[in-house]
């Protein structure tokens, strides 16, 4: 054994807090789970799946595989995106008995590009309590290690399948500066890759975090013009579990600032205030309610 692993048991002790903690009847907890590494959850979760009355998953047999791992065995319930409404039914009917019940998805947090919205919102509708136990998100997991400066990030997940569909969000997105974050099926991250280029900026820089957590990691930045290529030059990258994020459009400068306020006050002269900014907003892609302010004002100053 390790000194750092012989270390962490050492400490294991303190972690017993975790069973002197209260845990509320009549709740439904919602549990994350690893996205990878199966030893990346909290010892707070492995404890409320070991009290709980059931645990509610979108994959039984997933689920069994990861109790298992840890000795744990509960009943489980089929909760996924084909039955969330049902199965919010006799949840809450549970619930209300005063059953503690886990919602937990095949990895990650569940709710995230995951089964579990529904059912959430029935059980708080029902005026039942839900206890979020925070975990594994292949999102939040890859912006950490991107190197991706920037202080907000605009959750995408996934796009369409359909190229047309997605070529329409895309568009929606130019404008957007903070950065992207895409969940992409490894067998589209091709066309992923030359969709995002052939929407954007060539120069943007584009991270693919891969496999992260398992044993073939992989997390690299580039421009999205040299994307695709690094795809291919690799049969293994078209495989495995990808995060696609991408660097927000530059923040808008003093001069892009002058050519709004240029543009805005040659509609104004020619449109009601509304409509001017609404115009204004399609043509310098800034935020029109921004723009409706500014065009108040030059109004009354007027
Ligand atoms: N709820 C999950 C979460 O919180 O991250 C996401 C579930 S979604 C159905 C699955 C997608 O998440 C995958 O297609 C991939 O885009 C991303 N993903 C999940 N695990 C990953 C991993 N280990 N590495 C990279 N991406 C991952």
Redesign the pocket.
């Known amino acids: 054994m390790s000194d750092i692993t012989s270390r962490a048991i050492s400490a294991l002790p303190v972690l017993e807090e975790t069973a002197h903690q209260t845990y509320p009847s009549a709740t439904l907890y919602v549990v994350?789970t690893p996205?990878?590494n199966v030893t990346d959850i909290s010892v707070r979760a492995l404890h409320v799946l070991s009290l709980v009355d059931a645990v509610a998953c979108e994959d039984t047999r997933n689920t069994a595989q990861l109790m298992t791992r840890f000795g744990l065995h509960r009943p489980l319930i089929a909760a996924h995106q084909h039955n969330e409404r049902e199965v919010a039914e006799t949840l809450i009917a549970r619930l209300q008995a005063g059953e503690r019940i886990a919602l937990v998805?095949?990895?990650?947090?569940?709710?995230?590009?995951?089964p579990g919205a529904r059912i959430v919102e029935a059980v708080r509708a029902a005026g039942l309590r839900v206890l979020p136990l925070p975990g594994?998100?292949?999102?939040?997991?890859?912006l950490s290690a991107s190197g991706l400066v920037n202080d907000q990030f605009y959750f995408v997940?996934?796009l369409p399948a359909k190229a047309k569909q997605r070529e329409n969000v895309l568009a929606s997105l130019r404008t957007v500066t903070a950065t992207m974050v895409?969940?992409?099926?490894?067998h589209r991250i091709l066309d992923c890759a030359t969709a995002l280029a052939a929407v954007f900026e060539p120069e943007r820089e584009v991270v693919f975090?891969?496999?992260?957590?398992?044993m073939f990691?992989e997390i690299h930045r580039c421009p999205l013009a040299a994307a695709a290529a690094w795809i291919r030059a690799d049969a293994h990258r078209e495989k495995?579990?990808?995060?696609?994020l991408l660097a927000g459009a530059p923040a808008h400068d003093g001069d892009n600032d002058a050519e709004a306020e240029r543009i805005l006050k040659i509609l104004l002269t020619e449109c009601p205030v509304k409509q001017a900014a609404a115009l204004a907003a399609q043509i310098t892609g800034r935020k029109k309610n921004a723009l409706y302010d500014r065009a108040l004002q030059l109004k009354q100053a007027d």
Do not use: M, N, Q
Not at 182 to 186: D, G, K, R
């Open positions: 994350a996205i990878g998805s095949d990895a990650g947090t569940p709710a995230v590009s995951d594994a998100s292949a999102a939040v997991t890859a997940g996934f895409f969940y992409e099926a490894p975090a891969r496999e992260l957590t398992k990691e495995g579990e990808f995060v696609v």
